[in-house]
């Protein structure tokens, strides 16, 4: 295909209002809270399809909800562009995070029709189930079942807090499909992302070509002193649990800042007994740390379990740090990311080169098949909030690399790929 794609700036407008509105998880702060199996996720779910369908797509639905709207390609032999993100979001989440490489994605296959372009491989747009982990505890888990990392009886069973598992709620907003229609293979993924961060703001660029993803570890971390009544004995005669946990997650972030070349994060923290008058004998909070690469996440890991150990000996408590998951380093594809660089620039698009540091379905996919990913510039880096916000210029930008970029991998041959190996332990 020679003529260059170029994004219709209202039909996406229009496109991502489908999905962002108060119907289908809208929220007046202008975020969307739309959790996996939510009725609010079944009603952006029927809006992709019926879209989809409008664009002349064949839709099938998996067993774990992974919905895949195909454009045929002329040769029924040969693997498909995979190209999509995810609908669901965090509670309350922003309008762009996945909801806009579902919206890039329809637009890719609405220009290829607009141009009346026959490729030779079939387009595959895919909303991929439970990215977030948001609802049902397990981060990309649509994309993880295709890569398989986890089995379809495992994803289904998965239950939120109130203990109703995913494959109920799938089957009661209408999306429990089969496995036979699950994604057997491709020839390349593409995902569009907003970047979640401020490199590309800083370089005054619209878009960035993600050269791989830093590396992440999580961990349990577990401290453990003596209860009692919070009248009894003073201070000075006391092991507390949460005074020992508040001293390691201060521990944990002045090293973080010290150092500057890692991330530390505790999102969750929990106290027991949990009375307003009793001394907690245990607290139980998460650890999240990021870096550069596996060797440095590891050393600091290491670094920060140590830390904890010294202070847990001085405030005469016990602690255990167990490592619970782990996103290694892995990078994309490079001749992949070759060829957005260079759709970037014959679009006369500014662009540059970009790491992430969060997880995304590209990388289980990346496992097992030749993939890459676009960042669109956001405004200050928010994300997972109601204020995130991407310039319209950088979102028609991504849409035409991206469109462009498929519309040249659907016409090239089959390549051995060399997967990077296990991406998620």
Same mark, same amino acid.
């Given at each position: 295909m020679s003529a260059v794609l170029r994004p219709d700036s209202e039909r996406l407008a229009r496109t991502l209002n489908l999905?962002?509105? %108060?119907? !289908?998880g809208g929220t007046p702060g202008g975020g969307v809270s739309r959790p996996a199996g939510s009725a609010a996720?079944? #009603?952006a779910r029927t809006r992709f399809v019926e879209r989809a369908r409008e664009l002349g797509l064949e839709v099938r639905v998996d067993d774990v909800g992974n919905i895949y709207a195909e454009r045929p390609g002329t040769d029924p032999t040969a693997l498909p562009v995979v190209v999509g993100s995810h609908l669901d979001t965090v509670v309350p989440g922003g309008r762009f995070d996945g909801i806009l490489g579902v919206v890039l994605a329809l637009e890719t296959a609405a220009l290829l029709e607009d141009a009346g372009s026959s490729t030779r491989r079939p387009v595959v747009v895919v909303n991929w189930t439970g990215e977030e982990g948001a609802r049902f505890p397990q981060a990309m888990l649509g994309s993880g079942v295709i890569a398989g990392k986890w089995d379809g009886d495992f994803a289904r069973a998965l239950t939120d807090a109130d203990g109703i598992a995913l494959?109920?709620?799938?089957? +009661?907003?209408?999306?429990?499909? $089969? $496995?036979?229609? #699950?994604? $057997?293979g491709f020839h390349v993924a593409l995902e569009a992302h907003i970047e979640q961060g401020t490199r590309l703001e800083e370089l005054?660029?619209? !878009?960035g070509v993600v050269t791989t993803i830093s590396p992440v570890r999580w961990a349990r971390v577990? !401290?453990?002193g003596v209860g009692g009544h919070a009248g009894g004995p003073g201070p000075h005669g006391r092991q507390e649990a949460i005074v020992a946990a508040a001293r390691m997650v201060v521990a944990a972030r002045e090293r973080s800042l010290a150092e500057g070349a890692f991330k530390v994060t505790v999102g969750t923290f929990r106290v027991l007994p949990g009375s307003n008058n009793v001394i907690p004998h245990e607290v139980v909070f998460n650890l999240d740390i990021r870096s550069d690469d596996d060797e440095r996440v590891d050393?600091?890991?290491a670094e920060v379990s140590a830390l904890f150990e010294s202070i847990a000996v001085e405030e005469g408590v016990e602690v255990s740090v167990d490592r619970t998951w782990s996103m290694t380093s892995a990078p994309f594809d490079a001749e992949v990311r070759d060829l957005l660089a260079r759709v970037a620039t014959d679009n006369d698009v500014r662009w540059a080169e970009v790491r992430g540091s969060i997880g995304h379905d590209t990388l289980h996919l990346a496992a097992v098949g030749p993939a890459a990913m676009l960042f669109t510039r956001t405004t200050k880096g928010l994300s997972h909030c109601e204020e995130e916000d991407a310039p319209w210029e950088a979102v028609l930008a991504t849409a035409q690399v991206l469109a462009n970029a498929v519309? $040249?991998?659907?016409?090239?041959?089959? +390549?051995?790929?060399? %997967?990077?190996?296990?991406?998620?332990v």
């Open positions: 999905f962002t509105d %108060a119907e !289908v996720d079944g #009603r494959g109920d709620e799938l089957e +009661r907003i209408g999306f429990l499909g $089969s $496995s036979d229609n #699950r994604l $057997s005054d660029a619209d !878009v577990r !401290v453990t050393t600091y890991f519309a $040249s991998l659907a016409e090239t041959e089959a +390549r051995t790929h060399r %997967a990077p190996g296990e991406t998620f």
